[in-house]
């Protein structure tokens, strides 16, 4: 019986470690292949199967060991919080965009990146990011991202 309450204990202190984010908040899918569901647990039936590592995700709910998240496309469903990663992504939106230089409208263009392209986030601040996409770097305002709030600041 004490090794089944210190199992218990482990378990709770897992699921305190990994909700210490309060919702709503970003993520991204860490898996090359995930699974959404229609409800947290297995025995509820998958809804979409997601086959690209690196997608924004944002995350609604917590229930113990799963998160419900909300895709670009507004879907939503709950997949296991070990498919999830803290890495924060996003997705450009709309047409092509600019990645600037500097984080101003007249810095030079260094890339052009097409809707529905992922990379990497970095510094936010004054509604420009720092986005990378396969090691090719920019800043990008964060109206034309998915993946980050307008007023949002990253370190």
């Not at 609604?60 to 998240?69: D, G, Q, S």
């Not at 709309?94 to 392209?117: S, Y």
């Amino acid at each position: 019986m004490p090794a089944i309450a210190a199992l218990a204990l482990l378990a709770v202190g897992v699921d305190e470690a990994q909700a210490q984010k309060a919702p709503p908040y970003w993520a991204s899918i860490s898996a090359g292949k995930a699974r959404m569901r229609s409800g947290p647990g297995r025995n509820f039936p998958a809804t979409w199967l997601y086959q690209r590592a690196g997608l924004p995700v944002k995350v609604l709910e917590i229930y113990p060991n799963w998160r419900k998240v909300e895709d670009p496309d507004g879907t939503q469903g709950w997949m296991l919080v070990n498919l999830l990663s803290e890495e924060r992504t996003a997705m450009v939106i709309g047409d092509i965009r600019e990645l600037r230089a500097t984080p101003d409208a007249a810095a030079k263009v260094v890339w052009r990146v097409e809707p529905g392209v992922v990379g990497t986030l970095r510094r936010c601040a004054d509604g420009w990011c720092e986005l990378n996409v396969g090691g090719r770097r920019g800043y990008i305002r964060t109206a034309e991202l998915w993946g980050v709030e307008s007023g949002e600041s990253l370190p």
